[in-house]
């Protein structure tokens, strides 16, 4: 059984170190050069916002599982989740602005006990809610089993996880016996409507790699996916999004506990795409902390690097202001803009 990195108090654990990792120019003899000279040589630096079009607000780090590259490092063991007071804050921030959506993520958003108030609350704004399942929170407990049904009345978007569409892929990243608990919900979901032709309730999978490599093409992925989970399942979805594994926390331990962080960080450099760096996903979208801090995204979030913004939490929100700021790179973001980028809602180029 995966633990988190805080449960083992391993040096990982504290995001100051994984800067310290991540900041270093030259590993291995290889030159990695810095984040910000690639947007500069692109005319991308500073980074600056556009409109957001997305409130990304990460409800705790709580979750069922303790899959092997979580960038959250979220498990069991995590008790920090957003309490009711600051999803009221969140509410009181959206109802000032025009932001459409609203993606709840984690750990596994439905463990907070406010999580289904949020939801009705953000619905009651019209604001479209996108929720990131991890699937077997659906069928973990009995109260949990309508989900699917809680999901279906408020017309969330459901966004999961499915590494891949057999089971020792699946579960040698997320845990023994989270592939076949994944069929069993994405039935469930497909049983009230989700994924169906003409329904309008929507279920996306996202693809990462199991290993340290970028995605292969999007396109070809999903009707892979959708081909295999038809066959051999009788599962139907909407969209797949792959996306790349960004270096930070149990994914940066692996690649550094597998001897392949220089050579990972050396493909991502040099597969650096202006017009993927033109679209990443922290120019549009403004993400929430558990504790009502806010970031450019969520890997900043768990790397403790908050907005550059004199407006640092929630309860103090103010559009204008935030439009202002210049957003937070570091080397990480390398995992956004290779080949054809990546984002909470896969490629962007
Ligand atoms: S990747 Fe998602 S499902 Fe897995 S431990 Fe992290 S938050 Fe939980
Ligand atoms: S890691 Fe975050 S800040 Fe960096 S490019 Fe990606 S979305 Fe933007």
Redesign the pocket.
Known sequence: MIKSLKSTGHELADSAFQLTVLRQEVVDTLRLPPFHEKLRGAGLFP?VPVAPGVLQINVGKMCNQVCRHCHVDAGPDRKEIMTRQTMQYCLDALAQTDIPVVDLTGGAPEMNPDFRWFVEEISKLGRKVLVRCNLTIIVANKKYYDLPEFFRLHNVEVVSSLPFYSAAKTDSQRGDGVFEDSVRALKMLNAVGYGQEGSGLVLNLVFNPSGAFLPGGQKGLQDQFKRVLLKDHGIVFNELFAITN?PVSRYLDYLIESGNYAGYMEKLVTAFNPAA?AG????T?ISVGWDGGLY?????QMLDLHVASPIQHIRDFDAAALSQRA????Q??Y???AGAGS?CGGTVA
């Open positions: 980074l960004i760096a990443v996903m922290c120019r979208t450019d995204c969520d890997f900043n957003i937070v790179v570091n990480h973001c995992g956004c803009t984002s």
